[in-house]
């Protein structure tokens, strides 16, 4: 997925000499093929990045296309009152591409690690929240997040679990996307990294429809409605805290749309404890797998009995 | 650097003080005195510096940003003198429902920056000297930042980026009044010789009394275009600038004008129309600004 990134990083740089890319000295040998064929587009803003918001912001209001790059951790919580009053306020049409988002710096300990930036961005008025799962919905993204008239959040997580999709596609923001169609009581909705672990669990749960939604701001209420209509449980796995991201955004739709039950799963309201790999800390904040199943099935035994 | 010499808009200070005094008394406001120590270096660039030909979003102008939101009245008043704003904007400030806010604020035509949240608006005006640059427009960006607001990280940030990226269209301009919201500079957090911080970042800096127009063209005068290095001005100002009782009295921060002090604030500052040669007469006869 990184290399679908720095990709289309290229692409739209080179289609339009106005995309600049800056990064806050974030993205080793990321950019070396950028900074090759697109010098000139091309600002490291130092580690200093409440500045290089500001500073983006500046060139939007000029007219350019800033991309700004950072660690999901700093772009956008670091800086997020830059991007609140500097870019949203004003509606500039700014990319922030958040990397590393979740637990991925899972060694690198909480400062590195960014599970409350959805929950974050939500609440900022004018901003779009991309969120793809694999190469292929990161293209999309991209072409979408440019074509966009206003600030978007782009969130990179883990980049190396493979695609989802067997082909291009593109992306109307708000949209959801079907990976599995399902008549069961079952339905789950997944975002980035948490896509291939749903298709995966839903294995288990016969008849279950799996949907990925890239666009978690604006999320279409029409679709997540015709979803909730559709079953009688949603499961939402993010890899993000279950306050305030997409299993709060599908919560808060089908509340006042379609009342549905919704079992949310993602990080507890909590910090890693642990250091490890990231396979570790998934297990830690029980996003593995095995530990999903495990937390659906859970939830499903607390539930007043489903109406056969 | 020369001035570009197709502007001369007539600004006089006391007059401006006076608007300030109008908008503050109209919508019971605090920051009257930090909006003071800027009055003379607002009243210079716009007079002879700012290109805005003549409308305030004119593509192509020189962006003027105010860093340090909080002296907003005082681009305020600027802004009525060249007739931007009327005199309903004045009286009815901070009525509801009106536009202008107590801080920069970027949707007001003629503000650059929504600032006041301080260390914001320097970034976002290198940002603008940046793409001036890229786009080889010629534009200048001049900055005003508050010396309390050079606590802030971020515009050391925005410092050493601009030095770096060589944005000599950059005019940096700091209102040294000495204080800041909780106390004197040196009390809260003691920033030391500025001029000589910005000229270790690369700066080519003056310092200058931030109250003597003259000196204050001057040493805009002095500074070399296209030199690859930003420029600095240290402007020593005193907070509440030309009011016996705020001068240098930091309380002038939070206090509100009443009748009493609104009388004998414009009593220290009598209009002399022949010292702003072309100078607006003042619109309102001072029973309506003290109603």
């Keep these: 997925m990184r290399t679908a990134f720095s990709q289309s990083l290229i692409r739209l740089a080179q289609a339009d000499p106005n995309v600049v890319l800056l990064t ?42 800033p991309i700004v790059y950072g660690l999901s951790a700093f772009v956008p919580i670091r800086v997020l009152e830059q991007i609140k009053i500097d870019v949203c306020y004003e509606q500039l049409p700014v ?24 929950a974050a961005l939500r609440a900022l008025p004018s901003i779009q929240i991309l969120s793809p799962a694999d190469a292929y919905e990161l293209k999309a993204c991209m072409t979408l997040a440019y074509e966009t008239a206003g600030p978007v959040y782009l969130r990179m997580g883990k980049a190396d679990l493979g695609d989802v999709h067997d082909r291009p596609l593109t992306l109307r923001a708000g949209e959801v996307l079907n990976l599995r169609a399902g008549q069961g009581p079952l339905a789950f909705l997944a975002t980035g990294s948490m896509v291939k672990t ?3 669990v839903a294995d288990d749960f016969p008849g279950a429809a799996v949907w990925s ?18 079953h009688q449980v949603l499961v939402v796995v993010e890899e993000h805290s279950v306050l305030g991201g997409l299993g709060a955004a599908v919560a808060e739709i089908v509340s006042t749309h379609a009342p ?21 800390l998934m297990q830690e904040h029980r996003l593995t797998a095995d530990d999903v199943q495990a937390q659906v099935e859970a939830f499903l035994g607390r539930l007043t009995p489903v109406s056969s | 650097m020369t001035p570009p010499a197709e502007i001369t808009a007539p600004l006089d200070a006391t007059l401006l003080r006076r608007s300030v ?5 109209a919508g019971s406001t605090v920051h009257i005195a930090c909006a003071f120590s800027i009055v003379e270096i607002l009243a210079v660039l716009y007079r002879g510096w700012l290109r805005h030909n003549p409308l305030p979003q004119a593509p192509g102008r020189d962006y003027l940003v105010l860093s340090k ?21 004045l009286d009815r400030y901070f009525a509801d429902g009106t536009r202008l806010k107590g801080l920069s604020d970027a949707h007001v035509p003629g503000l650059e920056v929504t600032s006041g949240s301080l260390g914001h608006g320097l970034s976002v005006g290198v940002g603008l000297a940046l793409a001036a640059k890229r786009q080889d427009t010629g534009q200048r960006c001049y900055a005003v930042v508050g010396d309390g607001e050079m606590n802030e990280g971020s515009i050391w940030e925005a410092l050493m980026f601009a030095a770096h990226q060589r944005l000599d269209n950059l005019v940096l301009i700091v209102d040294a009044n000495g204080f800041q919201a909780m106390g004197s500079t040196a009390e809260v957090l003691d920033m030391g010789d500025l001029a000589a911080k910005l000229r270790a970042f690369g700066y080519d800096t003056r310092d200058v009394d931030g109250h003597d127009e003259l000196a204050l063209d001057a040493a805009l005068g002095t500074l070399r275009d296209q030199d690859g290095r930003p420029k600095a001005l240290v402007a020593h100002t005193v907070k509440g600038k030309g009011l016996s009782f705020m001068e240098h009295n930091n309380q002038w921060h939070y206090t509100r004008l009443d009748a009493t002090t609104l009388a004998q604030a414009l009593g220290e500052l009598p209009i002399q129309l022949e010292s702003a040669p072309g100078a607006r007469a003042p619109a309102e006869p001072e029973e309506d600004i003290q109603s």
């Design chain 1, 260 to 280: 549905t039950y919704v079992c949310r799963i993602g990080i507890q309201d909590r910090f890693s404890e642990f250091c490890g790999s990231y396979s570790y």
């Design chain 2, 69 to 89: 939101g909080h002296g907003v009245m005082a681009q305020y008043a600027c802004m009525y003198a060249l007739g931007w704003l009327g005199d309903e904007d």
């Design chain 1, 198 to 200: 749903a298709l995966k």
């Design chain 1, 24 to 65: 806050g000295d974030h993205g080793y040998a990321l950019f070396d093929e950028f900074r090759r064929v697109c010098a000139q587009q091309y600002v490291n803003a130092g580690i200093a990045e409440q500045n290089m918001v500001g500073v983006a912001a500046g060139l939007a209001k000029a007219g350019l296309r």
């Design chain 1, 213 to 230: 939604v890239p666009s978690i701001k604006p999320l279409s209420e029409a679709a997540v409605a015709s979803v909730a209509r559709a």
């Design chain 2, 21 to 25: 005094l109008r908008m503050a008394h």
């Design chain 1, 95 to 118: 990319i922030f591409a958040g990397d590393g988002a979740g637990v991925v710096y899972s060694a690198l300990g909480s400062s590195h690690q960014s599970t409350e930036d959805v």
